[in-house]
């Protein structure tokens, strides 16, 4: 699982920056309309981002990548089983816009798949 250099362990949502401005103004992210059709927020380990980035947001522009501390986000993330077994953490709460570690803008590579940014660990 990805660290920080600080050894706490960073979650991920992908966002569209139209979402995440919305959010910012409020000061939550109630989650995507998928989030909140599975009654909780979507994130990705950073092991776990390149395969929900390919399989789930292809082809998609002006993407967010939000990074978060686990441990800030208290007894509402969850870690559960989800694509081939991979224990995936699910938050059970509006994500607090403020407590976004880092925020980048995804890019399409050639096949119109977004790529992590390689300063993101």
Known sequence: MSTNTDNTQLVFKIATRAAWDVA?????????????????????????????????FKDQVDLLLIAFDADTLGDDLRWEASRGGDLFPHLYAPLPTAAARAVRLLKLDAKGSPVVPEDIA
């Open 24 to 56: 910012c103004e409020r000061g939550i992210f109630p989650g995507s309309q998928d989030d909140r059709r599975d009654g909780f927020i979507h994130l990705s380990t950073h092991c776990q981002l390149a395969g929900t980035l390919a399989k789930h």
